[in-house]
């Protein structure tokens, strides 16, 4: 089974400061990570994912999420935060890769800008 | 091309009506997930159909929701007899295209209110 962890509900910065959202996930296989972002009244997004490859992985929008499997975290990052980074991050895992994926999702994180 | 498009983006019904909400994926998408995504408990895997196998409906949270997918194509959600607590946003998303297999692609949701 998967579980993802999502710490906290919003989280506020500055515009120009570093944005870091945390995602621990717990998974009894190896697994597939993935950031999802949604915009007010719209669809889910995907952000950036995890699917064996390189660790570090870069994103859209200058994002990007490091795989760290010794303390189970998949942390979004970016350098410097734009106004219309305010959206909520949902962050995901599957246990498998491919069409057939059920993803688990954390509970999201709301993130403000301030000008 | 399009993307994953849902309709009705909203729907309100009367406790105990039954409302069908549709979900038309990627065109050459095989695979079909359906999501809710509700305040209390985030967004919930419901069900998946991958080409002609039997779905996967370990999601569903009672057996008043079913769902359907026609010619491998079209999927309609069905809840009958809708409850209070039914009351989310139901999201759709495909995957399995020639690119990015693993990637599922959302729609914008139906947003079920049930008085």
């Known amino acids: 089974a998967q579980s993802v962890t999502q710490l906290g509900s919003h989280v506020s910065v500055s515009e120009g400061a570093l944005v870091l959202l945390r995602c621990n996930y717990s998974?009894?296989?190896?697994?597939?990570l993935f950031w999802y972002v949604q915009y007010p009244n719209q669809g889910l997004q995907l952000l950036l994912k995890y699917t064996s490859a390189a660790t570090l992985v870069k994103g859209i929008n200058g994002f990007e999420a490091e795989f760290k499997k010794s303390e189970t975290s998949f942390h979004l990052t970016k350098p410097s935060a734009h106004m219309s980074d305010a959206a909520e991050y949902f962050c995901?895992?599957?246990?498998?890769?491919?069409?057939?994926?059920?993803?688990?999702f954390g509970k999201g994180i709301t993130l403000s800008v301030r000008p | 091309g399009a993307g994953v498009s849902q309709s009705p983006s909203n729907k309100v019904t009367e406790k105990g009506k039954d409302v069908e909400l549709r979900c038309d994926p990627i065109?050459?998408?095989?695979?079909l997930y359906w999501y809710r995504q509700s305040l209390g408990q985030g967004l919930e895997f419901l069900i998946y159909f991958q080409g002609n196998s039997a779905p996967d409906k370990s999601g569903l949270p009672s057996d008043r929701f079913s769902a359907e997918r026609t010619g491998g194509s079209v999927s309609t959600l069905t809840i009958q007899r809708t409850q209070q607590e039914d009351s989310a946003v139901y999201l759709c998303a495909s995957a399995g295209g020639p690119v990015s297999t693993d990637t599922q692609y959302f729609g914008p949701g139906t947003r079920l209110t049930v008085l």
């Open positions: 998974s009894s296989v190896p697994p597939y």
């Open positions: 995901a895992v599957s246990a498998t890769t491919g069409a057939n994926s059920k993803l688990t």
């Open positions: 065109s050459g998408h095989t695979a």
